[in-house]
């Protein structure tokens, strides 16, 4: 499967590359290899990072499914509680 993001995301992206390396790097970075470099991360680290939120999504469910039972019980042959009365010894 490969990952893609939006236009606006790219744009956004490389736009944070290229602030990045103007605050904490040497040399600037081109907009193009801003480009290549956000490519790359998505091409190496996109899968690792997919595959994590899959399987947080995975246990977020899990848990939930777990759960359903404690939401939506009701208690069997309940009818003749409500009638119940402390019964007489005769």
Avoid: C
């Avoid at 208690?75 to 005769?90: G, I, L, N, Q, V």
């Amino acid at each position: 499967m490969t990952i893609e993001i939006s236009k606006e995301a790219r744009q956004q992206a490389i736009a944070s590359i290229e602030r990045y390396f103007r605050e904490n790097m040497d040399e600037p970075i081109g907009n193009v290899s801003a480009g290549a470099l956000l490519g790359f991360f998505i091409e190496e680290l996109g899968p690792s990072l997919y595959n994590q939120g899959v399987a947080d999504a995975q246990e977020r469910m899990l848990a939930r499914v777990q759960e359903l039972d404690l939401d939506v019980h009701e208690d069997e042959f309940a009818y003749w509680k409500k009638f119940s009365t402390p019964s007489r010894r005769k």
